[in-house]
């Protein structure tokens, strides 16, 4: 039942990095376009499923507190400063959808609070990683670090890191989805934002290693973790091809896939720890009767039931959006 | 001051807040099945045009409900991580199955909701109308046994300091959650009542929209006058359980320091907790048994039984209800004497009486942001009553301006978008139900409703 959990636990967040990814870089172009018509097709691209994108971040927080509530609590209560403005950021930009488009006078402020909300959300995001694979100052099952023992140079190198990465799913879905202008303006982004990314991966493994962080170890015991990089080479080759030949979804999913590898690289690495090197899978399992009654009708039935509903929602709103379907309902 | 208090200032404030949107959400969503369904059997043009108005206006206090409930989940872990860990084997599968069901019900019917409607058949969108209503039930249903738990636990063993599920069932049949489940969820149904009949009542003395502002004044105040008088039994069955596992909360709400036989009922006072005694006291004699057991002769339990340390504060608990238990008494005033002039058709006579209804939409909100007042602070100073203090759920080591930082950044951002939220949702309400509801003909098959109603009252294009 522990193995069953983890696995929903991984598919969960794999999946909220995905999804919620492409529409925080969304949000996180959207700051960088100053033009009106291009703001708008922006938004019109990600508006019918943000929310739906967003839930799974919920489940993932649920799934933590109900099957591994011991690292729920550790995780929560170390980030607590980045977890809680992560999450204003995310309220608020999560309420400039709606805003935005029935405010008058004040829409300056919503596009502000759609693309500064989405940066500060992946910023946090990517520090609260980047300070896991750091290590936290951890004490008997309890974080000791203050307010901020979570921040260091590696985990603001971590959070800008994912807000390039976030950006460059962001671009790969714009390229997908619009038409025209927005989407030469999308391609010619792409390559860039690759480079900025493979340049911080490249950083980030030489920090780590220059710094002898413990978790660099797992790569010489562990050496099939190699097969996770080469996957994101070749994803990356995968992405600048398609770039060139102008495939409109080839980018978006190569991304995906880039993703898909850093995320299967991070979790093999931790393996069995949930969080380096304080607290294991096993240690962190509620006990059997918690994940039984969970397993009967959130993960016998909702789960995949969430699943085809999610995938159900892309399809219908797949395909190209209308340029007369421009967010301003 | 000291983390405990910021932890849980931050918790009541956020918690207050987005309590405002799902009581008021669920009660929509239910209402809109009810005219969705009228339209689909009488083919009435009129409920189309009142359900997409509401429809709107539902978006947006949804909206606000889910992000700022967001917020909720996570303060669990990052303020209250002793609780979590402890507790986290009950509590986290509860609100595991709240955001599952919620999301599998609300958000994907959501969405058909607010575009589906020229791509479904008027059946499934029906049917997609009752899931999101069902779907809001169900996560308020998720959130009161979790809160029920907390208030009476139950069918659990403590192993290593962590609370172990011993019996599920016990968790999700306990009497608690049975009375307090429906006391919450017809809290829900009132404000939406109330606040469509205040609407519809607004329209009226403004002389417009007159078909639509009938439907949600009639429906509205029948619906109120109905389910007020079954919410007083609920809650008085509320009261019951209080009275019998959460003792010192009775005492503490009814500001009652010393034993009494018979016991008197303090009708208002200002409870002095220094001096442990009323000033300005109000009292009748021997309501206090007949209130609590029904009887003449019953001794009730005083505060000073408990030691001090075991004390809810008195003033919140006690001043909450008595404001909680007023709103509801002026609703039923106001529902009862509305219904009533409303059934005999006399109710536009009654100008002075439509202000009122009106002015009353803030009753329900008050009611129930008081009734949760009485509820957690009278369930003090245990978080998990009787088993784990607060002071001992905080997360260790939390600091100071950590939780000063936050809590300041809470009431910003929440309160900018409670503000902007309500300027939306009444500028919603000034622009009135749409002339034509979404341009189309409501019935294909009936394609003259639509022309034949259309222009009627061009009041309402604006």
Known sequence: ?329 | MTALLLSRLQFAYTISFHIIFPSFSIGIAAWLSVLEGLRLFTGKPVYRRVFDLWLKIFGIAFGMGVVSGIAMAFQFGTNWSRLSAAAGPIQGPLLAYESFTAFALEASFFGVLLFGRPRVSPPLYFFSTVMVALGTAFSAFWIMVNNSWMQAPVGYAIADGTFVPTDWAAILFSPVLWVRFPHMLLAAFITGAMCAAAAGAWYMLHDRSKEEAGVMLRMGLLLAAILLPIQLFFGHLTGDYVHDRQPAKFAAIEARWHDEQPAGEVVIAIPDAQAQTNRYEVKIPVLGSLIATLTTTSKEVGLTDFPPQDRPPVAIPFFAFRIMVGCGLAMLALAWLGAFLGLRQRLMRYRWLLWAIVAGFPLPFLATLTGWFTAEVGRQPWVVYGVLRTADALTPNLAAGSALSTLILFVLVYTAIFTFGAVFIFRLLAAGPALAPGGLPANPKRPLDFSAHAPADPESAQ
């Not at chain 1, 870089?25 to 019918?48: C, W």
């Not at chain 1, 309420?95 to 500064?116: I, M, N, P, Q, Y």
């Not at chain 1, 976030?166 to 989805?177: P, Q």
């Not at chain 1, 979804?249 to 979790?267: E, H, K």
């Open chain 1, 1 to 329: 039942m522990i193995t069953f959990w983890v696995v929903a636990l991984g598919l969960t967040i794999l999946l909220y990095v995905l999804l919620d990814g492409f529409d925080l870089g969304v949000g996180i172009l959207h700051l960088f376009n100053r033009d009106e018509a291009d703001r708008r097709r922006m938004l019109a691209a990600v508006s019918p499923v943000w929310d739906g994108n967003e839930t799974w971040l919920v489940l993932t927080g649920t799934i933590l507190f109900g099957a591994f509530s011991k690292v729920f609590a550790l995780a929560l209560s170390a980030f607590y400063l980045p977890v809680l403005v992560g999450i204003c950021a995310l309220v608020l930009r999560g309420v400039a959808f709606e805003f935005r488009s029935k405010a008058t006078r004040t829409r300056r402020l919503w596009d502000v609070a759609f693309g500064a909300g989405s940066l500060v959300a992946a910023f946090v995001q990517g520090a609260a990683v980047g300070a896991l694979v750091r290590g936290l100052p951890i004490e008997n099952g309890v974080y000791t670090g203050g307010a901020f023992g979570w921040l260091s140079g590696y985990s603001v190198l971590c959070g800008a890191g994912l807000c390039v990465a976030y950006a460059l799913l962001g671009a790969g879905w714009l390229a997908a989805k619009c038409d025209g202008d927005l989407r030469d303006k999308a391609f010619a982004l792409l390559p860039r934002l690759l480079l900025g990314l493979l340049l911080f991966l490249a950083v980030a493994v030489a920090a780590a290693l220059a710094a002898g962080l413990p978790i660099m170890g797992r790569w010489i015991e562990r050496p099939y973790l190699a097969v996770f990089p080469l996957l994101g080479a070749a994803a990356a080759w995968g992405l600048l091809d398609g770039v060139a030949k102008r495939r409109d979804l080839r980018p978006f999913l190569m991304g995906g896939l880039i993703f898909t590898a850093a995320f299967g690289a991070v979790a093999v690495s931790f393996w069995p720890y949930m969080v380096p090197f304080a607290i294991t899978v096993d240690e962190a399992a509620s006990p059997p009767q918690s994940l039984w009654f969970m397993f009967w009708g959130a993960g016998l039935i909702a789960l995949p039931l969430t699943l085809a509903y999610t995938a159900f929602a892309y399809r219908v709103f797949g395909g190209k959006i209308a340029d007369s379907a421009a967010y301003d309902e």
